[in-house]
């Protein structure tokens, strides 16, 4: 008897590739695509139309599950809740686990009666007999790796996810789509969030929910250096667009959204040696109860950096960093990842940097 699998088709070539692969290893496929919002970009009524032109040239099921009013809560309200509070939001980590991944694997189970799901991540997934836990891995193509952005998958899906690309090199994956005759095979890579693609801009789609104040861009001392339109177009590290005359380069360090002001300075006081990390999701190994070294990506396309791991909480479900150099541009509500090699040891949501150089 065929092992069957639903595998989450956004209408791009990975996914697409993903699902023919598994086809052909014998799997017996049912595509499944997430309705998230309208409007142009890859998680919309156009990848659907794909999704659905690749089900049929495979000859497999294709079901839709309208989402869009979790992804109104768990991401669109995020992200503007954050915006306005001067935290710059990761949207795709928060995405993965509660619209994607966890929503997928209930339908698959509750709704089709299928225990497995699959995905076009480059990631990797292994069993460790020895600590009883699954272990999330770096893809093997180091340069489309997308681990940084599963950090927050519990056991219970890794247990029951596979990514048919985690060994692919993406250039196979296109060459892999041309041989199987997939219609996605040429289309277009993302490029950017698919809020930004349908939006043109993370301004634009910010403007639509929040209504910019005008307020003050001041140095840290409180002097008032100019004038911002909204804090929600502004971002930690952020150099461009401040429009400040100054004898050097002017960095945004912080923002008061009490205060409604944009706080700027030199570069090294953005840069940290050590931030506080909540909401922590340990992946490849248990909850430590001493610190522990790896190296970390404070950002997706960041180089890991050496850094100890301190638990603040029993559970640790708190963090420290402690970074071997000091970091520059360390924002709040984005991802902090630790690996050790190749595995995801586990990442967290960096609240605050606790000191500068």
């Known amino acids: 008897m ?58 497999i099921d294709h079901h839709i599950v309208d989402s869009r009013d979790l992804f109104q809560a768990n991401i669109i309200d995020y992200l503007v809740d954050g915006y306005s509070n001067g935290i710059t939001p990761l949207p795709c980590s928060q995405c993965n686990k509660t619209v994607k991944f966890g929503p997928m694997l209930h339908h698959a189970q509750q709704e089709l009666g299928i225990d497995t799901i699959a995905t076009g991540h480059y990631a990797r997934i292994r069993y460790d007999r020895d600590r009883d836990r699954y272990q999330l891995l770096r893809a093997v193509d180091r340069s489309k790796d997308q681990s940084y952005f599963l950090y927050d998958l519990t056991q219970d899906i890794l247990a029951s996810t596979l990514f048919p690309l985690g060994e692919v090199m993406k250039t196979e994956t296109r060459k892999i789509a041309n041989e199987y005759g997939l219609k996605t095979a040429d289309k277009p890579e993302s490029q950017d969030l698919c809020l930004v693609e349908a939006s043109g801009s993370m301004q634009a789609f910010l403007d639509k929910y ?8 001041v140095n840290s001392e409180g002097k008032v250096l100019g004038q911002h339109n909204g804090i929600h177009h502004y971002t930690i590290g952020q150099r461009r667009g401040l429009g400040i005359a100054a004898p050097h380069p002017l960095y945004v360090i912080g923002i008061d959204a009490g205060r409604n002001q944009v706080i700027v300075g030199d570069r090294d006081v953005a840069t940290q040696t050590e931030c506080t990390i909540k909401r922590v999701n ?8 001493a610190p522990i070294r790896a190296e970390v990506q404070i950002r997706y396309r960041s180089q890991p950096q050496g850094v100890t791991v301190v638990p603040v909480t029993e559970t640790a479900d708190e963090v420290k960093l402690i970074f071997d150099q000091p970091i520059f541009g360390i924002t709040p509500g984005q991802a902090a990842v630790w690996y050790d090699g190749e595995q995801v040891l586990g990442g967290g949501v960096i609240q605050r940097p606790d000191s500068t150089v």
């Open 282 to 289: 340990w992946v490849s190994i248990a909850p430590p109860t």
């Open 210 to 217: 929040i209504t910019g104040k005008t307020g003050e861009i």
């Open 2 to 59: 065929m092992k069957k699998v639903v595998v989450g088709l956004s209408g791009g070539v990975d996914s697409s590739t993903a699902a023919a692969i598994l086809h052909h290893q014998g799997y017996d496929v049912v595509g499944l695509t997430l309705w998230l919002m309208k409007g142009k970009g890859q998680c919309c009524s156009e990848g659907m139309v794909d999704a659905a032109l690749i089900c049929e040239q495979l000859g």
